[in-house]
């Protein structure tokens, strides 16, 4: 009896093309490594006309077709966010009555601010992106440079900047998943180490004394005790001496239009 | 072309899912290797090597697998 030979043609071809796969990889790795700014300035480059492109045709949709939603579901989404607008605007002024505190002091003790900020608009935002980056529409040429704080509004601190361009740059965020910080919470403004978890929330190991509850506000260190969020929930153990507090970046990504950038000191 | 331009204007996740299917749906796609490479360089923002270059190893091992499976499915056996 005659048995046809296996081919072994399919398993070459297949070890063939996943060592070609490799082998492209690290030629990738190593163009990475030595011409990353070259890289990352053209593909910005390109990008910017079609981020700007898209964020001004999805806003021409969602304008014309407003019309068509449920009108019952539309002023429900209206009312939450007006709700919404209403605590961060009770937020907004609390946090605005400490500034001008802090601001009296810092001018007593002659330290004023004097910091200039440049607004920038939101070109791609999560959950468009996978990680905690935004990108934004202005870039070296209005002055902004790594390392610079960007604000979501005067009083929430919500990254810095990571990496510039000529007309577009890239903001860390401080939620980015495993980024790791300090700020202060609790009634007795105590200093712990904060743990990025993603999607505009990170995480607090805090003592189960430290009585720290839902809507408290959570500081970064320093003189200008700029807000890293609002307390969303606290996680009680009973066994155990720490409890896990989450805290979240209080405005929805969605709707983040524009940034705020301090440049200068 | 078109899966280079929708990494710039369409969700990550519409990016990948297509990727994905066009890995099965041709032989030797290589370009999901270079996708994963450019997402890297334009969103990533970590300094540790691994985090830097997710989407690279993760296009790699997904090529991997699909030139596995498609040894092993019946509908590019018989195609071939």
New interface residues.
């Given amino acids: 009896m005659n048995y046809l030979l296996k081919s072994r043609e399919?398993?070459d071809s297949?070890r063939k093309?996943?060592s070609?796969?490799?082998i492209?990889?690290v030629i990738?790795?190593l163009f990475?490594l030595i011409f990353?700014n070259i890289?990352?300035r053209i593909?910005?480059a390109?990008?910017d006309p079609?981020?700007n492109g898209?964020n001004f045709i999805s806003k021409l949709i969602r304008s014309s077709f407003e019309g068509f939603f449920n009108s019952v579901e539309l002023s429900n989404r209206i009312m939450t966010y007006e709700v919404k607008e209403a605590e961060w605007n009770v937020k907004d002024q609390e946090i605005s009555v400490l500034q001008n505190r802090i601001s009296e002091m810092e001018n007593i003790m002659n330290r004023a601010s004097t910091s200039k900020v440049v607004i920038a608009g939101v070109l791609k935002i999560p959950?468009?992106?996978?990680?905690d980056?935004l990108l934004i529409d202005a870039g070296s040429k209005n002055g902004i440079a790594f390392g610079q704080k960007v604000y979501a509004s005067q009083a929430f601190l919500m990254g810095e900047i990571?990496?510039t361009f000529p007309d577009t740059a890239?903001v860390?965020l401080y939620s980015?998943s495993?980024e790791k910080f300090q700020v202060r919470l609790g009634a007795s403004s105590t200093t712990y180490e904060a743990v990025g978890r993603g999607g505009g929330e990170f995480s607090v190991s805090a003592p189960r004394d430290a009585k720290i509850k839902v809507g408290d506000l959570a500081l970064f260190p320093g003189l200008g005790g700029d807000t890293a969020g609002v307390v969303a929930y606290v996680e009680e153990d009973p066994a155990k001496i720490f409890e896990e507090v989450y805290v979240r970046f209080p405005i929805p990504f969605s709707l983040l239009d524009t940034v705020f950038i301090k440049i200068g000191y | 072309m078109l899966l280079f331009i929708a990494m710039f204007i369409s969700p990550w996740w519409l990016l990948f899912a297509t990727s994905i299917l066009c890995a099965f749906a041709f032989r030797k796609f290589y370009e999901i290797i270079f996708i994963g490479f450019f997402f890297d360089l334009m969103y990533t923002n970590s300094s540790s090597f691994l985090h830097s270059h997710f989407f690279l190893f993760y296009a790699l091992i997904t090529f991997v697998i699909i030139q596995i499976l498609q040894k092993r499915l019946t509908f590019y056996t018989r195609m071939r």
């Fill in positions: 399919k398993k297949v093309s996943i070609v796969a490799v492209i990889t990738l790795i990475s990353r890289t990352s593909l910005f390109i990008g079609l981020w898209n959950p468009a992106i996978p990680f980056t990571s990496e890239k860390k980015t495993g």
